[in-house]
């Protein structure tokens, strides 16, 4: 029996897929990619041994997808294929809850169709909003979302809910991830974002690797110890583990759970710099500006009911996430992407 992993070629995606291989499980792979590289099906085989079973297909294509389900013998799916780009969500709303909603739909739909009922679901901090307190835990209320991108994770979420209503064979576990960052080791698979990032880190390492001129740190009159927003930064590589986790609970017939997937250790910005300067010897230059719209003081996990209920605890430390971010970007760095400096 095979995972089928939706969006495996993509960053978390293809570190769970090593991940699922390394644990000995079957694995196949559908990506459009629209958001990553076959090149990647090929790095899993370097890192693993194991060239998984690749599939080019859009999940909006029902009856390519519905190929898949019939020529393949899957047990469960882990459904990463999504849009992610604040930004973009804001301005493009409907190509947002086209493809999120719609590929969810489909998906759910031909699990019903070929019984698959093992379905594991990338969730976002991103649903609780701005919480009332920190540490935020997985009764805390959602749905308060400030951009289409997470209005798309808090109805999918919902869209599972009421599937488990009305399907007591279907078993789901909602992971809500706080901020991945890193890559594995081997520096052969990590994130490459099309353009200029929006995210700190890959911002970061393209500054430190003189493709951007400076950083531009988001306010520094935060609610927090130094004024910077402060967040639950997570190893990718914990990330993936917590799926192979999640897998294991959902064989057990839970019905639906949903985990926060992070550290419960807060960072701020500027945490982020001084660490990355002193793990890689590189400068990074940085301006105040102003804070960006919907950006919140501080998020991060309790931890405390995926320690307890998935055993899942995170291992790496933020010198780790430092280091294995400016390894992949060092290892891939091409001479032609210095094109777009953003000065
Ligand atoms: P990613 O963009 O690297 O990977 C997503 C993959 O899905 C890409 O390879 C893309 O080509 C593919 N895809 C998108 N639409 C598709 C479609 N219609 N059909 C087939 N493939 C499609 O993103 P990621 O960072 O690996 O994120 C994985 C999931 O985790 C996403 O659902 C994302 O929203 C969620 N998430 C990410 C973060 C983060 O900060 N990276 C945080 C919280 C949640
Ligand atoms: N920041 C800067 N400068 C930058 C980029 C970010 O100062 O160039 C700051 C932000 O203001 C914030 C922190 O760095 O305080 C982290 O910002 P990111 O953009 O890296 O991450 P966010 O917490 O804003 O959001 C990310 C994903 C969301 C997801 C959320 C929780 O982009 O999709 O984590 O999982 F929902």
């Known amino acids: 029996m095979a995972i089928l992993v939706t969006g495996g070629t993509g960053y ?22 629209s958001n990553s590289k076959i090149e990647v099906v090929k790095r899993i085989e370097q890192i693993t041994g194991v060239l998984p079973r690749f599939y080019q297909i859009d999940l909006l294509e029902k009856e390519q997808m519905r190929k898949v389900f019939q020529s393949e013998s899957i047990d469960a799916v882990i459904h990463f294929a999504g849009l992610k780009a604040v930004g973009e969500s804001v301005t493009m709303p409907l190509k947002y809850f086209r493809n999120n909603l719609d590929s ?35 009764e805390f209320p959602i749905g308060e979302v400030s951009n289409p991108y997470g209005r798309t994770k808090y109805f999918i979420e919902k869209m599972i809910q009421d599937y488990c209503l009305g399907n007591p064979h279907f078993n789901a576990c909602i992971l809500r991830y706080f901020n991945p960052l890193g890559a594995h080791q081997s520096g ?62 959902i064989q057990s017939n839970p019905g639906l759970v949903i985990y926060n997937l992070g550290t419960g250790k807060g960072y701020s910005v500027f945490d982020i710099i001084k660490t990355f300067e002193a793990v890689n010897k590189v400068k990074i230059p940085y301006t105040i500006n102003p804070r960006r719209p919907g950006d919140i003081d501080e998020c991060y996990a309790d931890t405390t009911k995926a320690k307890k209920e998935l055993d899942f605890v995170a291992m790496y430390t933020l010198e780790d996430m430092c280091r294995d971010s400016w ?5 891939n760095f091409k001479i032609t992407d210095s094109s777009h400096d953003a000065k």
């Open 104 to 138: 969810t739909l489909t998906l759910l739909e031909l699990m019903e169709e070929y019984h698959v009922n093992h379905f594991v679901f990338s969730s976002s901090a991103t649903v609780y909003g701005k919480p009332k307190r920190v540490p935020i835990a997985e």
């Open 327 to 331: 390894n992949f970007q060092k290892t």
């Open 188 to 249: 052969l698979i990590g994130e490459e974002p099309d353009g200029i990032p929006n995210n700190l880190m890959p911002y970061i390492t393209q500054v430190a690797i003189g493709k951007l001129s400076h950083l531009k740190v988001f306010g520094n009159d935060y609610q927090t110890p130094d004024g910077t927003g402060v967040r639950d930064y997570i190893h990718v590589l914990d990330l993936a583990n917590g799926h192979v986790l999640a897998l294991k609970k």
């Open 12 to 33: 978390i995606g293809s570190h769970t897929v090593v991940a699922l291989i390394e644990a000995g499980q079957e694995v196949v792979i559908v990506d459009n990619l």
